[in-house]
Structures are given as structure tokens and as C-alpha cells.
């Protein structure tokens, strides 16, 4: 595993975790928290969507200072789906319930993989800069005086300070050039700092898969008990994976074959989404008040014709154009240089199992449900698909608790 430390203190030298014993059977924190998470005082994780609200990770939104209301579509009263609790009731149903049971979190960490902690003295800017020099999302914060990891910095938190601070394009934003993270944090959370969210990696995936809904976050530390070390950031998206190719071997229950608008899984009414000529600051309006991790971006005639991200916002502090928020929606992704997910559509006759593939295969956080003539109808995220999978079968609605 590739690591690094950014700040003025190294992190302490903790013996190795042990090693995996196959077989081994998950065991629940003694933690009195719920099982499944452990709790640290700290960092919340960043506002998402179910994602990304990525999800990550939400933080009540704030500031919401020249706020107009944000662009939303909606479907009416249109029913889309047909009793879909009643497909994942049935006994075959609860067959990823129980893969997930039977595997813990150690089981999903990947042989090679790479993490970034960064320390709470880093100055903001280096540390976002870093999140896009090393290609990750969100890296567990080290504070040198007490010793211990207190949170997470997040893109959230990026958009967050640009929403805050901006001003006009003539306006330097000081706050993302001078502080660092420990003064965001004191300035962002007033005191009320929220209890970071983590996972033991003896813990099964189900509890993983059931803290990351739960908690509205988009990543979940692993930490190992004995050193305090962070061995992992799970996701939805590795959980997914991990699922899709280790879960062949097992029988598929009926309800794949289910349409999405039998199955209703999704979000459907009330889907925010950006039109082109929008200006980047309304984008991230929107990403604070709605606590979405990602918007369809629309033409003038109301047809989807690409999507604006939170990741994408982190890439304004790679380009160094965070200064103007005036920009179009277009031109911020017409100037971006690094090819992402892009916009991946899916229509409502199409089945579960066909959704589950396409995301798996083309590793993205979600697909645009759009009509014949592109119009978008909802979102289908990581978080709804893993609800279905997994939590609905055990009676659990995590994503509206």
C-alpha cells in the first residue's frame, strides 16, 4: 500500500496491523455505538448526495447568503414504480444481504491501493492541490497534537469555502490561500465538531454498506483497532466491485430482473439539475442546499447534455480558476482537462441487473434516467442500488431514516 503524509508532523510509527486469517469470523466493536461504526470526535465528512447526498460526509448546510432557488425538475404525481417492497421480500431476495454478512471489511481492501492523510496544519490549498495530484477524493486529517486521526477533508469542504468566501472574480478568495485546515475547521464548525465515522476492518461489509447510507457519507475509513492506523477508505463504488465480482458465484435473485420502474429505485421527483448557460457559483449553490454530489446539466430545450460533479469542482484548484465563479457551466467543462465520468444515461424499461452492469463496468457514482428524447426523469446512484441490494431485503430503509 502507497501512502503519504502532507504537513509539518509525521505520523507516529504504529506496529503493522495482523494479518487477515482466512476465514476468520467479523466480530463487532465494543464501542456502545451501533455496531457496525466507531466514533471519533472530528471532521465531518463532506455533504453528498444519499453520494455522492455522495455523498460523502453532510454537514448542515450554511451561509446560504445570496441563495436563489435552485433548479429542479419535476415529474408531478407520476407513479413510476408498481409495489416494489414487495420483490425484495421474497426469500432469494436477501442472497447479497447475506454475502454481505458473510464478509468483512478487510475482505474489500484492495492489495495495492494508495492513501493520503494529510496533517491539520497543512495549509488548505496544498492539501486540495495534493487531493488532484494524487488522484483521490477525501483523505483522513492527522492532528500532531493530540495524536490521533479527527476527521476527513473532503471536496465538500472546497465547495463549501468557495461558496462561503466568493465574492466577484476581482475578489482574491484570501481564505483558500492562507488558512489551513485546522483554522477551517474552527471557523467552518464554531465548536460543534461532529463525531468522525469509521469502520473496524472485522466488521462485515453489511455494516459497512449500512453506515455509509446511513450517515450520508461517501467514504468510510477503516481503521484498525489495536494501532490506530487507517488502512482503507471504503466507498460505495469498491463495495460495488467487490459485490459484482466476487458475488457471481452466487445465485442472482429475481428482482434483477425487475425493470427500475417496477423496482422504483431511484430518485425520481424533484431532481435538481444546472442548465449550461449557468454561471459555476449556482452549481455549487445548489450542491450546498440540495446536498446532491452531482447535477444534469441541461440545454435550453431541457435535454440532458452532460453532468456537473463535485469532483469537477475540485479541478478548479488544479487549473487555479476558483477565482472566478462566473464562468458558464459549459465553459468550466469545456476547460476541464482530465477526462471523467462524463454523463452516462439509462431508461426506465431497463433492468436492474443491466443498471448494476453498466455502473460496475464503467465505474462511475451514477446514471441519468432520461425518457426517448433525453429529458431527464431521475438519478440512480450507488447509494439506491446498494439500499436495494442489501438493506431493503433485511427490512432496513437506511436512505430515508
Keep these: 500500500m502507497r ?13 503493522p496491523a495482523p494479518p487477515r486469517q482466512e476465514g476468520a469470523e467479523t466480530r ?7 455496531a457496525g461504526a466507531g466514533l471519533l470526535a472530528g471532521f465531518p465528512e463532506a455533504l453528498s448526495p444519499k453520494e455522492e ?31 416494489p417492497d414487495t420483490e425484495f421480500q421474497s426469500p432469494d431476495a436477501e442472497v447479497y444481504m447475506h454475502f454481505m454478512r458473510s464478509h468483512c471489511c478487510y475482505d474489500a481492501i484492495p492489495t495495492s491501493c494508495k492513501l493520503v492523510v494529510f496533517d491539520t ?10 487531493l488532484v495530484a494524487n488522484g483521490v477524493r477525501a483523505a483522513p486529517l492527522w492532528d500532531s497534537k493530540t495524536q490521533s486521526f479527527v476527521g476527513m477533508l473532503t471536496i465538500t469542504d472546497f465547495i463549501n469555502i468557495l461558496h462561503r468566501y466568493y465574492r466577484s472574480p476581482l475578489v482574491q478568495i484570501y481564505e483558500v490561500e492562507e488558512h489551513k485546515i485546522e483554522t477551517w475547521r474552527e471557523v467552518y464548525l464554531q ?11 472485522s466488521n462485515s461489509l453489511f455494516d459497512a454498506v449500512y453506515s455509509l447510507i446511513k450517515h450520508k457519507i461517501h467514504r468510510l475509513p477503516v481503521i484498525e483497532p489495536i494501532s490506530g492506523n487507517v488502512l482503507h477508505i471504503l466507498t460505495h463504488k469498491r463495495i460495488l466491485k467487490f459485490l459484482h465480482i466476487f458475488g457471481s458465484t452466487i445465485p442472482k435473485p429475481r428482482f434483477l ?31 450546498v442546499d440540495r446536498r446532491v454530489s452531482a447535477l444534469p446539466v441541461v ?35 469545456r476547460q476541464r482537462t482530465v477526462c471523467l465520468e462524463g454523463v452516462l444515461t439509462c431508461y426506465p424499461h431497463e433492468t436492474m441487473e443491466d443498471i448494476i452492469d453498466r455502473i460496475a463496468k464503467e465505474q462511475v457514482h451514477r446514471l441519468v434516467l432520461v425518457d426517448e428524447n433525453q429529458y431527464p426523469r431521475g438519478i440512480i446512484s450507488l447509494s439506491d442500488i446498494l439500499q436495494a441490494l442489501v438493506l431493503t431485503p433485511a427490512g432496513i430503509d437506511a436512505l430515508n431514516s
Excluded: M
Design 28 to 34: 463487532q466493536l465494543s464501542s456502545p455505538a451501533r
Design 257 to 287: 430482473k425487475k425493470t427500475v420502474q417496477e423496482l422504483c429505485v431511484g430518485t425520481f421527483r424533484d431532481v435538481a439539475v444546472v442548465p449550461e448557460s449557468a454561471p459555476i457559483y449556482t452549481a455549487l449553490e445548489i450542491f
Design 299 to 333: 440545454n435550453d430545450a431541457g435535454q440532458v447534455v452532460g453532468l456537473y460533479s463535485r469532483f469537477d469542482v475540485i479541478h478548479l484548484a488544479a487549473q487555479k480558476t476558483y477565482n472566478n465563479l462566473d464562468i458558464s457551466v459549459r465553459e468550466a467543462l
Design 53 to 83: 447526498g455522495e455523498e460523502e460526509e453532510e454537514e448542515e448546510e450554511e451561509d446560504r447568503r445570496r441563495s436563489p432557488r435552485p433548479v429542479t425538475f419535476t415529474l408531478g404525481n407520476e407513479v413510476l414504480g408498481l409495489s
Design 3 to 15: 501512502g503519504g503524509v502532507y504537513g509539518e508532523q509525521p505520523l507516529p510509527q504504529h506496529p
Design 121 to 130: 496544519s497543512l495549509e488548505i490549498k496544498k492539501a486540495f492541490v495534493a
Design 191 to 201: 465548536g460543534s465538531f461532529k463525531p468522525l465515522v469509521y469502520i473496524s476492518p
